[in-house]
């Protein structure tokens, strides 16, 4: 149900960004202002009633009451509780209730007390233990009690209807909430007034749900209760979750024409226009509201800073920390880290060191992680590194000095800065006492503090590996092991990955040896790095043979790798090999997919051996593949390359009655088989089908088109079979679908020889000349070679050496 049912539909907050005044009220059932002012507090009832004042023996009696309850075991046979039955009034039972901690307790003392004769809960002994249930996020209990609210036939005022609707929305209980409004009602226990409405919309909103809540809005206007702050603040809200825009801004115009926009009300629509990227639109609104003397809390502030760092948009969240400054809220360390973060990603240093200054002068004291971004940022600036380093230096201990270490090796392989990063980490490990980088002094003496460890190791050998200096990274490797630190799993992955994209195929296996020997087991990618590298070598044995030891360990084989193999086998017209390989991995239990077996089908057509692709490709459908139209053409190209038209068409046939759609390709490989073959009737109903004319009915919606290259073809037969009127019709069709070949393509003297036999025909030639004369085809006459005889006759011959498209499959 829309919104524009229950009000008149607003002008949108922003056009061009500009703040415009609604022009129409969305109040506008309400004939008369009965609404809150904007300056009057929300009648909301803290307590769970209001004239809840105890005289000073009731006071006594509650007292009684928990000190016996927390002193020993609930007992309902307990002498001393017996002894306090006759004293038992409603609101000793709510006072009781509120002064319990133990919601377990509670609910014994709220069942105990309903079980006595003579004794019934009313509604706010109900909310005060439906208040304790939302309080512990006990959803099952405080279920059963909105069910014995209304079972129980308790009667209410429409406050504590709103507080129990609140404490069942708190935890998430909507649906609860929404039944118990309706049950209330129906029975007529309740009367609900606005505040009702208001709490049962705040449940609603929080739940996302829009249409009850626009359902409710109309209930509300049908029944004439007030809009206040309070309904539309939940509207509000549930548009801005459901980043429904010009809903959200049309409500928060009508809020601010009627005053009713205060800081809370500011701060939903401006994290809304946060997360909906809407950054520039957030500021203006913010700098709009303040011009109103309001302004966002400080929670707001860091969610909102949060979020344009998320968004990259650096100069708003520097607008806004800059405010925070000016506002005189608190700037935390988190705070700066996300700033500083945030303008360490987007490459802005020197902001980055101006906020690092701004925390040395404030006394706040960076912590590690803001360290480390500077230093990864600055990694390849040496000498503004250097400073960094010198500052902190004498602040840290022996571990974060590790890790920071570790950091400046990562921020130098990030910046490109691979070689520095190897020679620092050498220098450290003893082995390059020479190194040039003014940051070694920093770690090179400082043995009993910088310890190398994995991770140090891990980066660097990352980085020369994305260098592709896979040589250099094999020789720190092995540097590392010697160092004492324990290669992982990764490592050995990475560089095995390494070696066999290059081919190296025995180092690959020596590492798989090592890791081994190491306990690290392999993993389905350390196989399949070395089953891509046999598959490219096109060691057939050796791939199945892996595949073997992969089954072993449960690792499947990709079958991209396994294509890759048939492919190359079959280039190099090896497709008897590559159909024996696709054997052995069906036997070890590792079937290929269909495109593997296409690639070994048209690897068998290639070496002229036809019958055994069409039995190759009837035994994978026998096995319950389905092949695609790529597959099909494939075979089909084939049939008619080898005069095969029939086979050929049966194949289309046997696709269409399995759903597949042929394509324009498919019908331009069997046109141009029966031109060949001498069958032009054949030829013209594929023709036909390919209009539409004799299309099925899976096919209705495609439309397609023959290429020059089957006009072509179409034109020779006829010329063959001396049918100029038919030759004459598909150059009009050729001119109308604009597949005229050029002059210069190869296959032009066919067009021209047919556009000459026309002209001599009586009675083709008024209208070729016509088509001259509108410049729709060349006038023949003028190009060099026009009266050679071979163009001016076609020969079956001149049709069999066509060329036709190159396209494949």
Not at 323 to 341: A, E, Q, Y
Not at 451 to 467: D, E, K, M, P, R
Not at 498 to 516: D, H, I, T, V, W
């Amino acid at each position: 149900m829309a919104l524009s049912r229950i009000i008149k539909s607003n002008q949108i907050l922003f056009k061009s960004t500009k703040l415009i005044p609604p022009n129409s009220s969305l109040l506008h059932s309400c004939k008369s202002p009965l609404f809150f002012p904007s300056n009057q507090r929300r009648p909301i009832c803290a307590k769970h009633r209001n004239d809840n004042f105890l005289s000073s023996d009731q006071i006594n009696i509650s007292n009684a009451f928990i000190s016996i309850l927390i002193k020993h075991p609930f007992s309902p046979n307990n002498p001393e509780l017996n002894n306090l039955v006759p004293l038992l009034t409603h609101k000793i039972v709510e006072s009781v209730l509120n002064k319990l901690k133990n919601w377990r307790l509670a609910q014994q003392f709220f069942t105990w007390v309903s079980s006595l004769p003579g004794y019934k809960h009313n509604i706010y002994t109900y909310n005060a233990m439906a208040s304790i249930l939302s309080r512990a996020r006990q959803n099952a209990q405080l279920k059963a009690l909105a069910l014995d609210v209304v079972d129980s036939n308790c009667s209410m005022n429409p406050g504590a209807l709103g507080f129990f609707i609140r404490c069942l929305g708190s935890v998430g209980l909507v649906d609860e909430a929404n039944n118990l409004f309706d049950q209330v009602k129906r029975i007529g226990l309740c009367v609900p007034n606005s505040y009702s409405y208001n709490c049962l919309l705040e449940a609603l909103s929080k739940s996302n749900l829009i249409d009850l809540v626009e359902t409710r809005l109309k209930e509300m206007r049908n029944l004439g209760l007030e809009f206040d702050k309070y309904t539309l603040t939940p509207v509000l809200q549930v548009y801005c979750i459901a980043g429904q825009f010009d809903k959200a801004l049309s409500v928060f115009n009508e809020m601010l024409e009627r005053g009713w926009v205060d800081e809370h009300v500011l701060s939903i629509l401006v994290v809304a226009f946060s997360k909906w990227g809407e950054v520039d639109k957030a500021i203006e609104l913010i700098d709009r509201m303040e011009e109103r003397g309001m302004r966002l809390n400080e929670k707001t502030f860091y969610v909102l800073i949060h979020g344009f760092v998320r968004e990259s948009r650096m100069d708003k969240a520097l607008c806004l920390f800059d405010k925070i400054r000016k506002l005189g809220f608190c700037r935390s360390v988190s705070l700066f880290d996300v700033m500083i973060g945030g303008l360490c990603k987007n490459n802005e240093r020197e902001k980055a060191l101006s906020l690092y200054s701004e925390m040395k002068e404030l006394g706040i004291d960076p912590d590690f992680g803001i360290l480390t971004k500077l230093i990864s940022s600055f990694s390849e600036e040496e000498e503004e590194m250097d400073r960094l380093l010198q500052q902190c230096w004498e602040y840290v201990g022996s571990q974060p000095k590790n890790l920071l270490f570790n950091s400046v090796l990562e921020g130098l392989v990030r910046n490109g800065s691979i070689d520095t990063a190897c020679n620092l980490i050498q220098s450290v490990m003893g082995n390059n006492r020479n190194g040039g980088s003014v940051l070694v002094k920093y770690f090179l003496n400082e043995k009993e503090v910088v310890t190398l460890n994995t991770n140090s190791f891990t980066s660097v050998i990352n980085g020369l590996l994305g260098a592709g200096k896979v040589d250099m990274a094999l020789s720190l490797f092995r540097e590392m092991v010697q160092f004492g630190c324990n290669p992982t799993l990764s490592h050995y992955n990475d560089l095995i990955d390494a070696l066999c994209k290059l081919n190296r195929l025995e180092e690959s296996y020596e590492l798989l040896r090592q890791m081994k020997e190491m306990g690290l087991e392999p993993t389905h990618f350390t196989h399949n790095c070395i089953f891509g590298c046999l598959c490219r070598l096109e060691d057939v044995e050796g791939a199945v043979e892996l595949v073997r030891k992969m089954r072993f360990y449960g690792h499947e084989p990709w079958i991209k790798y396994s294509t890759l193999l048939v492919k190359n086998l079959c280039k190099h017209e090896k497709a008897v090999e590559a159909c024996k390989f696709l054997t052995d991995m069906a036997q070890e239990g590792f079937l290929p997919d269909i495109i593997t077996y296409s690639a070994a089908v048209n690897g068998l057509i290639k070496i002229k051996s036809v019958d055994k692709g069409l039995e190759l490709f009837q035994e994978i459908c026998a096995r319950g593949y389905c092949p695609d139209v790529i597959s099909y053409n494939i075979l089909i190209k084939a049939l008619c390359k080898a005069k095969r038209v029939a086979e050929a068409e049966g194949l289309l046939n046997d696709m269409m009655l399995k759903g597949l759609v042929p394509s324009e390709v498919t019908y331009n490989y069997l046109i141009d088989g029966w031109c060949k073959n001498g069958e032009i009737d054949r030829a013209m109903l594929c023709l036909s089908k390919m209009f539409g004319k004799e299309r099925e009915a899976n096919m209705k919606e495609k439309e397609m088109r023959p290429d020059s290259y089957i006009y072509i073809a179409l034109i020779s037969a006829f010329l063959s079979d001396t049918n100029l009127p038919c030759v004459l019709d598909m150059l009009k069709e050729m001119v109308d679908v604009g597949n005229l070949p050029d002059p210069l393509d190869k296959n032009f003297p066919i067009i021209r020889g047919a556009i000459c036999k026309l002209l001599e025909d009586a009675g083709t030639s008024f209208s070729i000349k016509h088509l001259i004369a509108e410049g729709k085809i060349p006038d023949v006459s003028l190009l060099e070679g026009a009266e050679d005889p071979a163009t001016l006759n076609p020969t079956p011959l001149l049709i069999g050496t066509l060329i036709l498209n190159p396209n494949t499959a």
